[in-house]
């Protein structure tokens, strides 16, 4: 970000010397504030752009992303789609249940929450309401009561699972 100066150029527009500026990009010492507002007005920009550098968020995530984390107390494992989902404003994940098992259950809070089922079928326990939902359907709810889903067939659940806020 030195615009073609060399260091003895910009140490001089600083009026700083050029040992200094070598040793600020060495990463030798830190500027003060001041000083550092001083050097970026020389190179034509502000503090406030200087530290509003917008970076390039990650748009695909493969396997590698995934976090997996198995709870074989209630039968089931979850893997994060999208790492640091937390601060996000949905969470994607995916569960898979295994028989006679469920999800953990969520209490009432903000927000919605969709699932698709991709593997076998579950019950949508939504309050005192048990809704069935097999492979290829989907739900949709507001999370103002508590929820989870359960798996009471035979054979593993899969579940791509999308809930904003996050709650996973």
């Not at 020389?42 to 503090?47: D, E, R």
């Not at 992303?65 to 994607?92: T, Y």
């Not at 593997?119 to 999370?143: I, Q, T």
Request: some cysteine; hydrophobic content about 40%.
């Amino acid at each position: 970000m030195t615009m073609g100066l060399t260091q003895e150029d910009l140490a001089n527009r600083c009026e700083l010397t050029k040992g200094f500026i070598s040793q600020i990009e060495r990463d030798v010492t830190s500027p003060s504030i001041a000083t550092l507002i001083d050097i970026l007005e020389c190179l034509g920009t502000s503090l406030k752009d200087f530290f509003n550098e917008k970076s390039e968020d990650k748009v695909v995530f493969g396997k590698d992303d995934v976090f997996v984390r198995e709870n074989s107390d209630e039968g089931h494992v979850i893997r994060w789609l999208v790492p640091n989902a937390q601060k996000n404003m949905m969470e994607p994940i995916l569960i898979e249940i295994s028989p006679d098992s469920r999800s953990s259950v969520h209490r009432p809070h903000e927000g919605e929450c969709f699932g698709y089922v991709l593997k076998g079928a579950v019950n949508l326990v939504l309050g005192e309401k048990k809704l069935k939902v097999k492979k290829g359907e989907s739900f949709y709810y507001a999370a103002d009561a508590s929820h989870y889903i359960e798996n009471q067939l035979s054979g593993d659940a899969v579940v791509l699972w999308v809930c904003t806020p996050p709650i996973f």
